[in-house]
Every structure is written in structure tokens, then in C-alpha cells.
């Protein structure tokens, strides 16, 4: 994988490790095996806005994180 292992992480952290991933398929690897509890909102935020999702501030992380893995299940699946 590219991005390292993801059980202890703090803030910022995996936002770090999602942007080291060279590629759509590299993120959506690294997104797929992380889970919504291993982020902080301002981190979905940020990766939500890299990724050019219109995502809802009230929204909480799971919701966040739900919308982030269906752009790059679509991204992965177009590239394909």
C-alpha cells in the first residue's frame, strides 16, 4: 500500500497520508482501508474540497466520509 499503516493516527495525519498517494487508484486503496472513526472532519473536509465534492458543512464524518468513497469508487471505476 502507499500510504503506511493507519491505526494510530492523529489530526492531520491521514490527510497526509491520503495526499502522498500518487493516484486515484493509490487514494481509493488507502481510502477503503482506513474507516470514518480514523478521521476528523476538517480532514473529510479538506479531501472532500481536493476532490471537488460539494459537501455539506453540517454534514457529520460518517456522511463525509460516505461521499468521499463514492467519488473514488467512480474515479477508480472510470479509470478502469
Do not use: H
Request: proline share 0%.
Amino acid at each position: 500500500m502507499c500510504c503506511g499503516s493507519t491505526e494510530t493516527e492523529g489530526i492531520g495525519i491521514m490527510l497526509k497520508k491520503f495526499l502522498a498517494c500518487v493516484n486515484s487508484v493509490q487514494r481509493y486503496e488507502f481510502f477503503v482501508e482506513t474507516g470514518a472513526a480514523q478521521w476528523d472532519k476538517e480532514e473529510m473536509m479538506s479531501v472532500a474540497m481536493i476532490l471537488g465534492i460539494q459537501a455539506d458543512e453540517n454534514a457529520d464524518v460518517s456522511r463525509l466520509y460516505t461521499q468521499v468513497l463514492n467519488e473514488l469508487t467512480e474515479r477508480v471505476q472510470v479509470a478502469a
